[in-house]
């Protein structure tokens, strides 16, 4: 099921480049004192990167939950991981629907 997803391309929440923190829930750059300057990215590199941190989401949870089904977790930790899947998974569909609603304006504008 998860597999399926993976051909959209790559999501990552967190990432470290040069001295510089992105957290994805805030995308906010924190760079060092100092630091040079992060590498811009293009916008396709970026919800490639957030398309595969969501799949990793995803395949976590469901490696949680087969080890509570065999007894090897908690119900604790399959709660969080699911929970966290989830909560990535509704940000990664926020983000299309932003996306394609961005696409209809711009196709439907004057030229």
Not at 45 to 54: A, H, I, Q, Y
Not at 82 to 104: C, G, H, N, W
């Amino acid at each position: 099921m998860i597999d399926a997803i993976q051909s959209i391309g790559a999501f990552s929440a967190m990432k470290k480049a040069e001295g510089a923190e992105l957290n994805a829930s805030t995308a906010l750059v924190v760079p060092h004192a100092g630091a040079a300057p992060p590498q811009s990215q293009s916008f396709a590199e970026v919800l490639g990167n957030m398309t595969t941190d969501v799949i990793h989401s995803m395949k976590s949870a469901e490696g949680v939950s087969l080890q509570a089904i065999r007894g090897e977790a908690n119900t604790r930790e399959v709660v969080d991981a699911v929970m966290s899947a989830e909560q990535s998974l509704q940000t990664a569909i926020a983000i299309r629907d932003k996306v394609v609603t961005a696409y209809l304006e711009i196709a439907r504008m004057q030229i």
